[in-house]
């Protein structure tokens, strides 16, 4: 924290970067590298960071606005997506049921249809009732100036006024009113799915009163190491470290005592260390770090109201599943109330399975 402080002039002064999800990775990656270089074939003296800041956000920029990078993802689709029925079949269960369907998208059709005809195939369209493009996020959500266009079959915007929303029409820019007065949504009833956090989440969860949820990639590997047998068992003993040591404090200043206290914190921090070390990557778990939630995680559970890594999971939920009510998270001055809650349960659950013992 001394170095940061130095570099950046403490916590209220200078600039720092915040990186809260997978697009800037690239970025990252790109910003560590040519410093790296800088710094070698010139030296930490000669190479001012905000100018390497600045000028790779400004070719990052052009890559993705201009072009560059949809057409090379087109070019190569089939290295970057692979046919999904499980999308297909989710899609056509929703549908069936009566729900509708649409795209919110800030990509251009052509690159979006490439995408969902390798996934889906030609048909793609069928499933959605409503698909705009270009649609500008956030701005789409807040500016409702910008009025809807429909795109020719050159996929080239037109300049006629468009007062409703047909299905097997393609649309762009528009605004959250006009998509609401269009289609009669109700917003409290509409749930959209973003994997970013700021474009696609943020405004319609505060602002619209949509519902939300999150496409979290990193999760899969996150679970994956949760579930292993080497990470359960250094959970099992860190709660159990945990409780020996708020335990033997009641037995201070008993000689004993002090030595136990001492042994199980030199044994709890060990193991926190072998937790953060199971992680692939160096920065850890994106969701904690140790008891702690991360920035990103705090975001999360405040942008996102449900979250996953593959939006195929809801095809386990019945299409009537209206409520995703989450787990209660207790307070430190909760625990021991929620403690006696589960007793009362277990006791009500023990009656229940005695009936006999409720008719004396």
Known sequence: SSGINAEYGGRTGGF???????????????????????????????????????????????????????????????????????LENMLSMLRDSGKRLFVLTNSPYNFIDSGMTQMIGNHWMELFDVVICLS?????????????????????????????????????????????????WDPCKILYFGDQMFADLAEPVLNQGWHTGAIIRELREELELLNSAACQQRLFLLNELNYLINDVQRFIPHPDAIQLLDQWCTERKKVRHELLDQHPTKFGSIFRTHLTPTLFYRRLSRFAEIYTCDLTNLAHFSPHHYRFTPTRQDLPHEMHCTSQLDICRAKCSWKEAQPWKQCR
């Open 136 to 184: 500008k996020k956030p701005m789409f959500f807040n500016d409702t100036r910008r009025p809807f266009r429909r795109l020719s079959s050159n996929n080239e915007p037109t300049f006629g006024q468009v007062n409703d929303l047909k299905k097997g029409e393609v649309y762009c820019e528009g605004n959250v009113r006009d998509l609401h007065q269009f289609t009669g």
């Open 16 to 86: 720092v970067k915040q990186n809260v999800d997978i697009f800037e990775l690239p970025q990252l990656f790109a910003w560590c590298s040519v410093l790296e270089y800088l710094h070698t074939t010139s030296g930490p003296g000669d190479v001012h960071p905000a100018i390497v800041f600045e000028d790779i956000n400004k070719v990052t920029y052009d890559i993705h606005v201009g072009g560059t990078l949809h057409g090379h993802i087109m070019a190569n689709i089939g290295e970057y997506l692979e046919p999904n029925p499980c």
